[in-house]
């Protein structure tokens, strides 16, 4: 069944008619897994473990192995990521404390290698 497409910090999209946008398949994975690492652990009240908080990190003294034991870890949670081959990421920190995350998994429904990039930045 698709959800409703949001990416995480933006508005809910919406098609061309103005009606919810749908999303499903491997976008539908990807959102999702978005969503898990930029919120907050113990902010969704029915599953207070849920979330990595990378916006949390901004500024702090984190290495990118931390980093990326955190985004392995909440990955493998997710249902549209595969058990196998283990999910890989990279971290590249900038000057002002924000960063930037590059993700490489195969997704469980097509078993395809995926590429998810993104700044850590707010």
Request: hydrophobic share 40%.
């Amino acid at each position: 069944m698709p959800d409703i497409s949001q990416l995480a910090g933006s508005d809910i999209a919406t098609g061309p008619s103005g009606d919810l946008l749908p999303v499903s398949g491997t976008l539908e994975g990807q959102q999702r897994v978005i969503r898990r690492l930029f919120t907050n652990p113990g902010t969704y009240i029915w599953h207070t473990n849920y979330g990595a908080g990378l916006p949390s990190f901004i500024g702090k003294p984190m290495t990118a192995a931390q980093i990326q034991g955190l985004v392995q870890q909440q990955m493998l949670l997710e249902q549209a990521v595969a058990q196998n081959p283990l999910p890989t990421c990279n971290v590249n920190f900038y000057p002002d404390g924000t960063f930037n995350v590059s993700i490489t998994y195969a997704d469980a429904l097509t078993g395809q290698s995926l590429l998810l990039q993104f700044d850590v930045n707010s």
